[in-house]
Each structure stands twice: as structure tokens, then as C-alpha cells.
């Protein structure tokens, strides 16, 4: 059996004597014990731990029993003190216990039975509550680290305590009310009164850009009575993000999967009605070549060329709808009128066959963009103010205008053609969105100009009325 020694502070020698008496005649060399007489020397001496229990006399000089064992308490000490009184005195005790002593012995009527059960059992409580402070400590450690706040409330409203990663929405400090740390949170408050009915509330909370999912539980005794609230508040708020930025791309998907299948019609029947008349016009070709009749078959394979052409230009179009998320733009300012310039010698020979009046206004902000896409936007807007002129307007006009609000460039291309009905206008930004089946065109390319000016960080829309023409209008940044 291990030796275990006892510290005796006390002015009279023969005490030590008296107590290793005692124990011997008990439990003969379990128990060492040792002695002085002088306060400070006993603090030091208790201090490297390594007694077992320490038996402090009631007075030692100026000193008392009750304030040596505040003051070795208040520094550390963790062996167990038991004050050793001249005679039983319950408000001595009580003093003592308060102080931090383990226990309290009356010297006059001391006996070897009463000193060995004190020693033992304040000796094995003392070791009980080290090793559960080094559970509750490891316990506190280990959820420090945790991703999550986990707090326990009474059922008075006292924060026991708050372990875990900090949430500053939920503030808990230990000793603390609840009714305190949330008087400007009812919502708190409401909740924390039904779990104490026993039921279990979650509830998502935002503090500081951070959003938090908070989890509420009622904590049983052992007759089944709520006691308090055990909390467990997680920091979501990369998981918001994971799960939006998920939904994004999962909705882009769809979209893109939506768009291959209309790829997939438009090639299987835009190209169709050309591809038709290719062969078509081949055959007619191939009979009047058959029969030398050669004016004919020039005319046929005129027309195998437009058809051709025809094809060509949709491909051309579907191609850079397909490649254009591939590409990265290369912003510089532009000169806008320079760029419309540009776009208009494509439509030379239309504008001029058909009489179109063209207005720029002279005065076009600049703007922040991709020269080559802006090129084309614009070659787009005035292709259909071509194509969906009113043929019975003798004065077809195409205006082109422009301003600068703040940090934005607005642009305007208005026709005076046939119009768009307002329940087709939602459409026309969509792939094969076409209004008027009757014009030649492969309802592609307003798609694309969505998606240039979308990723120009520009926006675009239009103004219209069935018979009244069209204004589309378009923004970009007025500055890089």
C-alpha cells in the first residue's frame, strides 16, 4: 500500500506526534506526517503537491486556520485542507468550508477512526474532482474546436455554458441571463419559453454578413422534469453559399440542356427547309442540264446558292452561339459611333436599295467593351430594322441614339417597321424566339446579343407595339 503524507501546520510539535500516533494504530505505515509551525513555509510546502491532505490548526501566531486555508486556495493549492479546531463550532465549520476546506475536525475529541475516514475521504474527493475538472476540461477542449457553438441554459434563464466555435449573434456568456443577453430578441425569448414547455424549436438567424441554424432542446432530470435548454448554434453560411451556388449552376444546366434541345430542332428543321431546296433545285438543275436547256439551270443553281448562303449564315450563327461563353472579352473604350459606322457598311446595298433613312445622333457616348461583339450587336439591331421593315411605308427610317447616365451608356436602334405584339416581346431574346414566321431568319440571333451584352455586364430589352416599329435599347459601362 502507497505512503501517504500528511502536512501538519501547527505551533505545538507534539500535535504531529499525537495524529502519526493515531493513524499507526489504523493503518500502520500508510500515513507519513509532517510539521511546521510556520504559515509561509506550510504554503510552499503545499504548493510542489506533494502531500496527500494538509491538517491546519485553528490559530498559528497572528494567523488564523480560516484565512490560511483562503489564501492557499486562492493561490492553487489542490491537496485537501481540513481545519483542526480546539472544540466543535458549527459556525467555525461553516467559515472553513467557505474558505475552500475539505473538511473540519474537532482536536478534543479526535480519535484514530474519525482522523482515518476524514483523510480517506476527503483524500479520494479530491482525486473524484480532479479527474472530473480533467474530463470537463478535455470535454471544453474538444469543443473548442468544433465547428458549432454548443451552450446549456437553467431553466431560470442562467447560461451554464458556451463551448465552440463564437456565434455573435447568440453572444453567451456563462452566469449570464438570457433575458439579459436577449431583451432586444422576443423572438429568442418566445422560443426558449416553448422549449421549456418541452418542445424542440430550431430557428435560422443572420449576424454580421454570417447566417447561423440554431438547434433547441429541453434538458431532462431524472423525473423527467425540464431543468434548462441545451443549445447548438452552426455558422452555415459557406453552406448557404455551396448550396445556392449548386442551385446556379444546376438551373444553368438546365437552361443549357434546354437550348441543346432546341439546337437539336433547329437542326433538324430550320436547316431542313434550305437543305430541302438545295436538292431540290440540284434536281431541277441536273434535268435541265439534261434537256440543254441552260437559262434554266443557271436560274436553278442561283437558287442552290442562295439556299446555300442561307445555310452558311445559320450555321455561322450557331456557331458563335456555341463559342461565344468560350471567349474572353477584351474590354477598351470604344468610339460607338466608329464601331455603328463599321456595322452599317454591312447593309450598304439594302439600306440603298430600300430607301432607308439612317439618323445618328452626333453625340454617342463612349463606352467600355469588346470592339468585335459591340460590332456585332449593333449589326444585329439594324439587320432586323431592315428585315422587319413595312414594306408599305414608303419612308422607311432607321435612328440610332445615345446618353450617359452616371456610370452607364444607354443606346437606342429605332425602326418604324412592323412592330412586335407585346405578348411576343418576352420571347424574342430566346433561342428561335420568332415573331413573324413569314420573314427568313433563324430567330438566333437576338439570343446572341443578349448573351454578349449580358457578359459586357450591359442589359437590353425593347419598346414595341404591333404596326407601330420597334425600339431597342441596350446598356454598357461608360468606363472600364
Not at 498559528?60 to 484565512?67: A, L, N, R
Request: charged letters at 25%; hydrophobic letters at 40%.
Amino acid at each position: 500500500m502507497s505512503n501517504r503524507r500528511v502536512l501538519v501546520v501547527d505551533e505545538k510539535q507534539d500535535t504531529t506526534l499525537h495524529l502519526q500516533t493515531l493513524l499507526d494504530s489504523v493503518a500502520e505505515g500508510e500515513y507519513t506526517v509532517a510539521w511546521t509551525d510556520r504559515p509561509d513555509k506550510g504554503l510552499s510546502l503545499l504548493a510542489n503537491q506533494s502531500f496527500a491532505a494538509a491538517l491546519v490548526a485553528q490559530q498559528i501566531g497572528q494567523k488564523s486556520g480560516v484565512e490560511l486555508i483562503a489564501l492557499a486556495v486562492s493561490n492553487g493549492v489542490r491537496v485537501p485542507l481540513i481545519l483542526l479546531a480546539e472544540n466543535s463550532d458549527r459556525q467555525l465549520d461553516r467559515a472553513a468550508r467557505n474558505a475552500g476546506a475539505a473538511d473540519f475536525l474537532n482536536r478534543q475529541a479526535l480519535d484514530s477512526f474519525t482522523l482515518e475516514h476524514v483523510l480517506d475521504y476527503a483524500i479520494a474527493r479530491t482525486r473524484m474532482m480532479d479527474e472530473l475538472r480533467l474530463v470537463d476540461e478535455q470535454f471544453r477542449a474538444l469543443l473548442r474546436h468544433v465547428p458549432m457553438n454548443i451552450f446549456a441554459v437553467s431553466r431560470d434563464g442562467v447560461t451554464l455554458f458556451s463551448e465552440g466555435k463564437p456565434n455573435p449573434d447568440m453572444k453567451h456568456i456563462p452566469g449570464r441571463s438570457v433575458y439579459e443577453l436577449f431583451d432586444d430578441d422576443p423572438e429568442f425569448l418566445e422560443t426558449f419559453q416553448r422549449v421549456l414547455l418541452g418542445e424542440e424549436c430550431s430557428r435560422q438567424t443572420e449576424m454580421d454578413g454570417r447566417i447561423y441554424e440554431n438547434w433547441y432542446t429541453p434538458i431532462y432530470d431524472s423525473a423527467s422534469q425540464v431543468t434548462g435548454m441545451l443549445g447548438i448554434s452552426e455558422d452555415i453560411t459557406e453552406r448557404k453559399w455551396f448550396e445556392e451556388t449548386f442551385q446556379h449552376y444546376t438551373s444553368e444546366l438546365e437552361a443549357r440542356t434546354r437550348e441543346l434541345h432546341a439546337y437539336n430542332y433547329t437542326i433538324a428543321h430550320d436547316l431542313k427547309s434550305p437543305l430541302a431546296m438545295v436538292v431540290g433545285y440540284a434536281s431541277l438543275a441536273d434535268d435541265a442540264l439534261a434537256d440543254a436547256n441552260l437559262d434554266d439551270a443557271r436560274k436553278f443553281v442561283r437558287e442552290i446558292i442562295t439556299a446555300g448562303q442561307t445555310m452558311q449564315n445559320m450555321i455561322d450563327q450557331l456557331l458563335q452561339l456555341a463559342s461565344e461563353t468560350h471567349i474572353k472579352e477584351k474590354r477598351t473604350m470604344l468610339d460607338v459611333r466608329q464601331v455603328i459606322d463599321t456595322a452599317l457598311f454591312r447593309f450598304k446595298y439594302q439600306i440603298e436599295t430600300y430607301g432607308i433613312e439612317v439618323d445618328i445622333s452626333p453625340d454617342l457616348p463612349p463606352a467600355a467593351g469588346h470592339s468585335p461583339w459591340v460590332e456585332q450587336i449593333f449589326a444585329n439591331l439594324i439587320s432586323n430594322a431592315i428585315k422587319y421593315r413595312d414594306v408599305s411605308n414608303p419612308h422607311p427610317h432607321i435612328r440610332i441614339r445615345g446618353s450617359h447616365d452616371g456610370t452607364v451608356s444607354r443606346y437606342e436602334v429605332e425602326d418604324n417597321g412592323v412592330g412586335i405584339p407585346p405578348e411576343s416581346q418576352k420571347t424574342i431574346f430566346e433561342l428561335f424566339g420568332r415573331v413573324h414566321k413569314n420573314v427568313e431568319g433563324s430567330g438566333i440571333g437576338l439570343a446572341i446579343v443578349q448573351r454578349m451584352v449580358k457578359k459586357l455586364d450591359g442589359d437590353i430589352g425593347v419598346v414595341s407595339a404591333a404596326g407601330q416599329g420597334s425600339t431597342f435599347w441596350l446598356t454598357l459601362p461608360a468606363s472600364l
